[in-house]
């Protein structure tokens, strides 16, 4: 439901409460006034760019979690846990703030009860409330971007990734692989695998820290992690009796040359790096609307990292630069080229229909202990 829908179920305490943020000029005993009133304060765009651009980056971060979502309800506990999730250092007291937080959303007409009785406990945000939102906020963000002409030659790697998925399964049909004790494949034939890819990858130099992105991420590069992961997840290869084999779905799949969707290989990477990347799926979102057209990689990194925790060693902007935009390219999402600025990125025009309509809830978070 819209603004206007959900002030004509609120109660009239709720509505004067917003009326009153608003310093809105009309009786308090009118429900009709006080809506009128308020859809005027809300949705002139002076005032609504204002609220935007007063917003600390803590109210960012939590309106972020709910912008690109397709849920419509929220619990108190779901919106409590956002709410701290957006504080990335704890303080004392941090549950009352929370909740102070969701207070201050509703005063704003953001947040609002159900109306009916199975509902009256958890929240909902106006269908056009989040689209405003999106595109007060992108403004914000696009006067902070650089953006630049084409790059004289850039990485495009639109559709390659499932090619590569279907590379190892033959592989796989028609050689042997071996695995080592901690269930690794043998450097000798990893680097077979992956001299036979279309994007050329390096084997993992000892030492170093590798945790949190992928069952696999602690043996493999980042790009191959997720093209095994992709096929052990979706049961197309299994680790047994020291091997490395297809399962019959595999099998099947080789037979019927099938191509995996992209839209199947970008949620099962949501679900890989949603664990250290809790908002990954509101940040791809971003970056398609942001990077429209070529922008500068140091420019975007700059406007992303404030939403993005840092995890363990990884700091916010190694975030978003390698595990977001570098793994975005290599789903194709993205093309990643370089100029006299430096790093420049533009988003393809798979981003939009891979990225709409993904939704992967936090059950469906594939995680990893260290």
Not at 288 to 297: H, K, P
Request: aromatic residues 10%; contains cysteine; neutral net charge.
């Amino acid at each position: 439901m819209n603004l206007a829908d959900m002030l004509c179920y609120a109660d009239i305490h709720q509505l004067n409460k917003i009326a009153q943020h608003y310093q809105c000029e009309c009786s308090g005993n009118s429900k009709n006034e006080l809506i009128q009133a308020i859809l005027n304060a809300i949705y002139r765009n002076e005032s609504f760019n204002k609220l935007i651009g007063d917003m600390t980056i803590e109210d960012i971060r939590f309106l972020n979690s709910m912008l690109f979502e397709s849920s419509v309800t929220y619990s108190l506990e779901d919106l409590t846990a956002r709410a701290s999730q957006a504080r990335f250092t704890p303080v004392e007291g941090g549950a009352n703030l929370s909740r102070e937080m969701i207070s201050a959303f509703k005063q704003k007409g953001w947040l609002f009860n159900g109306y009916s009785h199975e509902t009256k406990y958890v929240f909902h945000v106006p269908d056009d409330l989040k689209e405003r939102t999106c595109k007060a906020l992108q403004g914000r963000f696009q006067s902070n971007l650089d953006r630049v002409d084409e790059p004289p030659a850039y990485r495009d790697e639109q559709n390659v990734l499932a090619d590569d998925i279907r590379y190892l399964l033959r592989y796989l049909a028609q050689e042997d692989v071996p695995l080592t004790t901690d269930g690794a494949i043998y450097k000798r034939v990893l680097l077979q695998l992956l001299d036979g890819m279309t994007v050329k990858e390096q084997p993992l130099s000892r030492g170093g820290w590798r945790f949190g992105y992928g069952r696999r991420f602690r043996d493999y590069p980042d790009r191959f992690s997720l093209i095994y992961d992709y096929c052990y997840y979706n049961d197309l290869i299994r680790e047994q009796d020291d091997q490395l084999q297809l399962t019959d779905r595999g099998r099947q799949h080789v037979t019927a040359n099938r191509k995996e969707d992209l839209g199947q290989i970008f949620r099962l990477w949501i679900r890989l790096y949603k664990g250290p990347i809790p908002n990954i799926l509101a940040l791809t979102h971003w970056v398609q609307r942001l990077a429209n057209r070529w922008v500068t990689a140091s420019s975007l990194i700059q406007i992303l990292s404030p939403m993005v925790k840092p995890f363990y060693y990884d700091n916010a902007e190694t975030i978003v630069e390698q595990r977001l935009l570098q793994m975005m390219m290599h789903l194709g999402l993205i093309r990643i080229g370089e100029n006299n600025n430096g790093k420049v990125v533009q988003a393809t025009p798979l981003a939009l229909t891979a990225i709409r309509g993904v939704k992967v809830t936090d059950e469906e978070v594939i995680t990893f202990q260290k």
